[in-house]
Nanobody
Framework: QVQLVESGGGSVQPGGSLRLSCQAS????????MGWFRQAPGKERERVAA???????VYANSVKGRFTISRDNAKNTVFLQMNSLRPEDTAVYYC????????????????WGQGTQVTVSS
């Protein structure tokens, strides 16, 4: 019943920007923290950013100062604004919904989107 649909991925040159969106349905969106993850070929899945139901945020060190996670509760949508993109940002990016009643930095996620490809190259 829970569905998360990512969009906004694509190919950009180094230094470029992309904005990813994740549309959620099947849950009371305002009650859940949300996260963005990524997985590059040959590497383990990495949590890029997370945002609590109240708007508190946390970022991986590799993206601090470049990426911004935000949410629009009226639209049941979470965003990831990615600026100053680097080739090492190339990965499949996944949206995930956290477990209800759990702290947003707990690492507990119950539902995942299908992923969207981000490629940064010259």
């Amino acid at each position: 019943q829970v569905q998360l649909v990512e969009s906004g991925g694509g190919s950009v040159q180094p230094g470029g920007s992309l904005r990813l969106s994740c549309q959620a349905s099947g849950l009371t969106f305002t009650n859940y923290f949300m996260g963005w993850f990524r997985q590059a070929p040959g590497k383990e899945r990495e949590r890029v950013a997370a945002i609590s139901a109240y708007g508190a945020t946390v970022y991986a060190n590799s993206v601090k100062g470049r990426f911004t996670i935000s949410r629009d509760n009226a639209k049941n949508t979470v965003f990831l604004q990615m600026n100053s993109l680097r080739p090492e940002d190339t990965a499949v990016y996944y949206c995930a919904a956290g477990s209800k009643g759990v702290h947003y930095m707990s690492g507990s996620y119950d539902d995942w989107g299908q992923g969207t490809q981000v490629t940064v190259s010259s």
